[in-house]
């Protein structure tokens, strides 16, 4: 089945960085666009970063220039580079589809803050 294993959260101060990483198994990774998304206590999950099966990138506006989306065919993985972190990127992070899949991992969790 479909699955998707975040990994790499955690808490760092202003201004630091984080690399999330995700595996994913249960798809043809190589022809699928991939996103990240976050989701804020008490706000809608949204999309952050995506990633065609061809390699072009797009990115929310409010992450754009410090967040970096990649994908490794070979290992079924997709990452997301994260500089100059805010208090305001604080959420669970998630992988999946572009066009998402019903199921979504267990996500990882990316706290900013002194």
């Known amino acids: 089945q479909v699955q998707f294993v975040e990994s790499g959260g955690g808490l760092v101060q202003p201004g630091g960085s984080l690399r999330l990483s995700c595996a994913a198994s249960?798809?043809?990774?190589?022809?699928?666009?991939m996103g990240w998304y976050r989701q804020a206590p008490g706000k809608q999950r949204e999309l952050v970063a995506t990633?065609?099966?061809?390699?072009?990138?797009n990115y929310l506006d409010s992450v754009k220039g410090r967040f970096t989306i990649s994908r490794d065919n070979a290992k079924n993985t997709v990452y997301l580079q994260m500089n100059s972190l805010k208090p305001e990127d604080t959420a669970l992070y998630y992988c999946?589809?572009?066009?998402?899949?019903?199921?979504w991992g267990q996500g990882t969790q990316v706290t900013v803050s002194s």
């Open positions: 990633i065609t099966a061809g390699g072009s990138t």
């Open positions: 999946n589809m572009r066009t998402p899949a019903p199921s």
């Open positions: 249960g798809i043809i990774f190589r022809f699928s666009a």
